[in-house]
């Protein structure tokens, strides 16, 4: 073996590789084309960063106030002064007069100033979200609001308008503007804040100092409304007026008349047995009277046939043509009666000669248009006439054999002079002895 790796080392020494001159060229014409694509490179590189710097330094100069910028409020960036960094300028312009620079310098300086100028625009991003307010001497707030369009504009400053008081706004609703006389108006004031004070002019001559009155107009017409509101801190009144404002629709008079016709007419009730009624107020379109007796009239001047004497309650709905609607109810006294007069029983057998037939005494003395018409209380009709001279004497139809005793039904019609019919009835009692 030593023998063998003896051999083979002199072999190894003793081999010499012919020198080929191709080779040696080819091989450096790549290490050559490697060289100048690394230089190339370089110089691309080189020429990229000097343009970056040079467009950073130019805007840097434009854009960049000169003028310094100061903030007065708490806010933590108070008092912190922003300028143009001439330094930062003047290093770019050293930068890109000195080619000697190197690749790594040049790069560290680019680094700077856009690390510089990144932390300048934060720094005015932060403060223009910032809105600080300031009192001045008269009182007057001021607001500085910067705007984001223009970083020229980050000192200007802004001033608030005063608002208005809500005692300059002042109005007022009305409820009711258009209602009749008598009824109530409601009046709301829209004004809101402290120590105010109120004073409200109907136009009717009167007022009130509340904050949302009520008043009843007690004339008709058209009326205007102003209310005035005094601060009573700044002792400033503000007024507003409404000019017809309100209508008062007119209602009628609140009363009627009444004659009771049988008074003055020789007491011939049953030629003139009504109690008539009137009002003296025009306009009137609509009447509904209630006598109190179950009678109901629409007519503008009633006619009431009241059969007792007494007290009624009579009751006046009068519409006036405006709408407007009033209701009267007085207690009128009727003095005479309206009876037939008309006996509660009879003895046809009796020796008193009146005592022995059937006829309201009032159909007697008048000569009157009337129907008397007996019946039992069945409902059978047992006599009729309308003849005063033939009153009923107890029989069926006048004649025959006399009815047994007993409570017989009667009733009797009369016409007016107009010819109205008038019914009333009663009972009588038929005795044989």
Not at 218 to 240: E, H, M, P, R, W
Not at 248 to 268: A, G, V
Not at 287 to 299: C, F, M, Q
Request: proline content about 4%; hydrophobic content about 30%; some cysteine.
């Amino acid at each position: 073996m030593d023998n063998f790796d003896k051999i083979i080392k002199d072999k190894l020494d003793s081999f010499n590789v012919p020198f080929n001159e191709a080779h040696w060229a080819e091989m450096d014409a790549k290490l050559n084309a490697v060289k100048t694509a690394k230089l190339k490179q370089n110089i691309s590189i080189a020429a990229s960063v000097v343009a970056i710097v040079a467009i950073s330094a130019y805007f840097l100069s434009v854009y960049m106030p000169t003028n310094n910028v100061v903030y007065t409020n708490d806010n933590p960036l108070e008092n912190k002064e922003i300028s143009t960094n001439k330094h930062h300028q003047q290093t770019n312009t050293n930068v890109l007069k000195n080619k000697n620079h190197t690749k790594e310098e040049t790069l560290e300086n680019k680094k700077e100033i856009l690390t510089e100028k990144i932390s300048e625009e934060e720094v005015i991003s932060n403060d223009n979200d910032v809105i600080e307010t300031t009192s001045n001497q008269n009182g007057n707030e001021k607001t500085s609001l910067p705007e984001n369009t223009n970083e020229k504009e980050t000192n200007k400053t802004y001033t608030n308008t005063p608002q208005e008081t809500e005692e300059e706004k002042i109005s007022f609703e009305i409820f009711g503007s258009l209602v009749c006389e008598g009824q109530q108006v409601s009046f709301k004031s829209y004004v809101d804040g402290d120590n105010l004070s109120y004073n409200w002019e109907f136009g009717d001559g009167n007022t009130s100092n509340e904050a949302h009155p009520k008043h009843i107009y007690k004339a008709d017409g058209i009326y205007d409304v102003t209310l005035s509101v005094t601060n009573q801190k700044t002792k400033k009144t503000y007024t507003d007026k409404q000019n017809n404002a309100i209508t008062i629709l007119p209602i009628p008079k609140k009363d009627f008349n009444y004659t009771e016709q049988s008074l003055i007419n020789d007491r011939n009730k049953i030629k003139y047995p009504y109690t008539t009624f009137s009002v003296e107020v025009k306009n009137i379109k609509a009447y509904v009277w209630d006598a109190g007796n179950g009678k109901i009239s629409t007519k503008p001047s009633p006619e009431f046939l009241f059969e007792k004497a007494g007290s009624y309650p009579v009751k006046a709905t009068l519409t006036h043509q405006s709408g407007c609607e009033v209701t009267v109810t007085k207690t009128i006294e009727i003095e005479q009666d309206f009876d037939l007069l008309a006996p509660t029983g009879f003895v046809p057998n009796s020796n008193i000669n009146e005592n022995t037939t059937f006829i309201p005494k009032a159909l007697l003395g008048w000569d009157i248009k009337f129907e008397m018409i007996i019946s039992d209380k069945s409902g059978n009709e047992i006599y009729r006439t309308s003849d005063s001279n033939k009153p009923w004497n107890g029989k069926l139809n006048n004649t025959g054999t006399m009815l047994p005793e007993d409570i017989y039904i009667w009733k009797v019609v009369t016409y007016d002079a107009k010819g109205l019919a008038h019914t009333h009835s009663g009972t009588i009692r038929l005795m044989n002895k």
